[in-house]
């Protein structure tokens, strides 16, 4: 046995030392003290020394380690003065040693012979390189190599090597040293045994693996987790038939099964032990679970269409009124049918005649209601054992940030997305009652004055309800409507008031009879506008005129019994597709009479426009796009330099084209411009005209126009 393990050792160490890449273990390079340059980590050098009678030079090389008095006999033996260092592998660890080299010098005197030589038992025994060299002599750094490439041989106590010289013609020639190396290793001792942890004999000492390693494992036959290749049983057996819990608040009667899977009865294999589900959000599984259906029976409450019809029981609440249920199976192909709490069956799906998924979606549901999902095997015959359930509730929208007032039905609101394809929004009148509702597709965002009934001053309960596009398992479309259970509240502002702007009244105009005055704001949803001219100067009745459309521009001479030189007092209101608005501020305008629109020129002799007519109008409006209809001309009758002209009801950046027409219909001027809407354009003519009629032709990028006649006088 002892021959075999030295055997074992011997390989392994061999083996060790040959698969070792070599490199210094110690290496001296010029120190004239003797200070190696650089020793291997796991190992210990000793400076140079000299030894048998070898002592220093009075003047010595300025670099490498001189010596001298070497003795003049041409014979070797191992007493020779020398040269000495040792080499020591650290605790634990043996060197391993390849080769020898020195760098060597003498002088002319100096030892004329040299030999190579270690010792592994403390200098009792020396082994030398066998023959002698003769190296030339040189001057100071001039060095001959001596190289010893011995038989590779480990240890694991200290190393002496020594660098002997003799036959030297004088006891006073220098022998001279640099470079000198030891080529090899310093490895950790080898230690026989099992390295691997996981074996029942590991040996965290050992460093070399013997191939000694036994496994452990369960050595029962009868286990179903019998491990043949198992050196030592650990205890891990696992008999197959034995009770055990599976950790299952929902199965009962728990055993080992051949698989060593641990298994019981489902407890939810009926009605009574439904197990509650908790439903995840749309087209995430946060709460999916797995069922094995190993010992499913059939019920006789699940009515959906099976061969077999093995079925586990489910319950949830609903937390919307639509449902989603993904089930996913490798094993059987699964049907999910749906009941409410009376046992009425709603749904059923199996549209995949296989195994794989099925995708079940229903709307209707009462929310806070219990429902019961009952999945089951539609046929044995193709497999059982485990499914994958994921309930998952479809989700309901609101009214997002509402707030306690808003200002104006014409802005956007929006509802919250939830992924919906088209949104219902229901709006009940808190007054009346009354219910409307509107429907986007794609998006939440709505205007109010967009829907039937809206109004002014008013708050609507307002629910969100969306309507989902859902795929079942076959990739057919299905929707979903979920009806919201959050109400908002929309109270909105009453209505801006109107009053006519700063420049038609009075003093400000003067206003003809031909000319045209403006309501502001403008105020959205409105229909109509309504106004009120009561004559200040005479006595009479107030006359009441409706606009027509919905236009805040009214041209003077559209009203009957409005009088050239009358001053009245004004006021206008919007009018609703519901009721009339509230009237706004009353102010005064007068009514310019035709012979105070000439005065006589002096200097000429000559009537000319009064300068009240020379003033250009202004404006900062904001128009409605329905209310583009009309143009209207200042000042006119015109002097024939520049006219004015104001369009209403332009949409943003609209471009305008203004051409100016004689009697004959001949152009006498024209202007292209990119305006805003109610912005004043102005032709500015380069020739003055002449005395006549004239017509300004308005046309639009889309082909609307709007002609215009105006009067030149001098």
Same mark, same amino acid.
């Given at each position: ?23 210094? *273990? ?56 020398? @040269? ?153 057996? *696992? ?49 999916? *679970? ?196 959050? *109400? ?11 009053? @006519? ?11 003809? @009879? ?181 017509? @300004? ?18």
């Amino acid at each position: 046995m002892k021959t075999k393990l030295y055997s074992a050792f011997t390989a392994i160490s061999i083996l060790l030392f040959t698969a070792t890449c070599f490199s210094q *273990i110690y290496n001296y390079t010029d120190d004239i003290t003797g200070v190696p340059a650089a020793v291997d980590p796991n190992a210990t050098g000793s400076n140079l020394a000299r030894v048998n009678g070898a002592t220093t030079v009075g003047l010595p090389c300025t670099d490498g380690f001189s010596s001298q008095n070497f003795s003049s006999t041409a014979t070797y033996v191992s007493s020779l003065a020398a @040269i000495q260092f040792s080499v020591t592998a650290n605790a634990g660890y043996q060197l391993n040693i390849q080769s020898f080299s020195v760098g060597n010098r003498r002088s002319s005197s100096g030892p004329s012979l040299n030999r190579l030589a270690y010792s592994t038992d403390g200098g009792v025994n020396w082994i030398d390189n066998g023959s002698n060299y003769n190296p030339p002599t040189g001057s100071c750094g001039a060095m001959t190599t001596l190289p010893w490439n011995m038989a590779d041989f480990s240890s694991t106590s200290i190393v002496l090597f020594r660098i002997y010289g003799f036959s030297a013609p004088s006891v006073n020639g220098q022998h001279q040293l640099k470079n000198v190396l030891v080529i090899g290793t310093a490895t950790l001792i080898p230690v026989l045994g099992c390295t691997d942890p996981a074996a029942c004999n590991y040996d965290p000492l050992a460093n070399v693996n013997d191939g000694s390693c036994v496994y452990p494992g369960c050595t029962d036959p009868l286990a179903c987790n019998y491990n043949a290749s198992a050196s030592c049983d650990d205890g891990s057996c *696992i008999i197959s038939g034995a009770p055990c819990d599976d950790g299952e608040a929902f199965t009962t009667g728990d055993f080992i099964q051949p698989d060593c899977n641990c298994l019981g009865y489902p407890v939810n294999d009926e009605k009574a032990g439904a197990m509650p589900l908790i439903q995840s959000y749309l087209y995430t599984c946060n709460f999916a *679970i797995a069922s094995n259906f190993t010992f499913a029976t059939t019920s006789p409450d699940a009515y959906s269409t099976v061969i077999t019809g093995e079925d586990l029981w489910y319950s949830f609440v609903a937390a919307t009124s639509a449902v989603r249920v993904e089930i996913s199976s490798s094993s059987f192909n699964g049907v999910v049918e749906l009941q409410n709490a009376s046992g009425t069956m709603l749904d059923q799906e199996n549209v995949i005649a296989a195994t794989g998924l099925e995708y079940l979606n229903k709307d209707g549901l009462v929310q806070g209601d219990t429902y019961y999902v009952i999945i089951r095997n539609y046929d044995s015959s193709i497999g059982d054992q485990w499914i994958d359930i994921c309930p998952q509730y479809v989700p309901d929208s609101r009214i997002a940030n509402p707030q306690p007032l808003y200002n104006s039905p014409c802005n956007s609101l929006k509802a919250d997305w939830v992924g919906a394809w088209q949104y219902q929004f229901v709006f009940t009148n808190q007054t009346t009652a009354a219910v409307t509702s509107l429907t986007t597709t794609n998006t939440t965002f709505f205007k109010p004055s967009n829907v039937p009934g809206m109004q002014w001053d008013e708050t609507f309960d307002t629910e969100v309800n969306p309507t989902f596009q859902l795929y079942d398992a076959a990739g057919n479309l299905e929707t979903a409507f979920v009806l919201s259970d959050e *109400i908002t509240a929309l109270t909105f502002a009453p209505h801006p008031l109107m009053q @006519i702007r700063v420049q038609d009244r009075c003093p400000a105009g003067p206003n003809f @009879i031909g000319s045209s005055i403006a309501g502001e704001p403008f105020v959205c949803m409105s229909v109509d506008y309504q106004w009120e001219f009561t004559r200040t100067d005479i006595p009479a009745a107030p006359i009441y005129h409706l606009r027509g459309y919905s236009n805040r521009f009214l041209q003077l001479n559209t009203v009957p019994g409005l009088v050239q030189g009358g001053v009245y007092d004004v006021r206008v209101r919007p009018v609703f597709a519901y009721a009339y608005g509230d009237w706004g501020a009353v102010h005064c305008i007068s009514i310019v009479p035709v012979s105070s629109m000439m005065v006589e020129n002096e200097d000429e002799g000559q009537n000319t426009l009064s300068p009240q007519l020379q003033t250009v109008w202004s404006a900062d409006e904001n128009f409605d796009k329905d209310e583009f209809s009309t143009a209207s001309l200042y000042p006119n009758p015109n002097r024939g330099n520049e006219v004015y002209i104001n369009l209403t009801g332009m949409m943003a950046s609209d471009i305008i084209s203004l051409e100016c027409f004689d009697e004959t219909g001949r152009p006498v001027g024209h202007l292209q411009s990119e305006v805003m809407s109610d912005e004043d354009l102005v032709i500015h003519f380069s020739n003055e005209l002449a005395i006549g009629f004239y017509t @300004i032709c308005a046309k639009d990028i889309y082909g609307k126009t709007v002609n215009e006649k105006f009067v030149v006088m001098r």
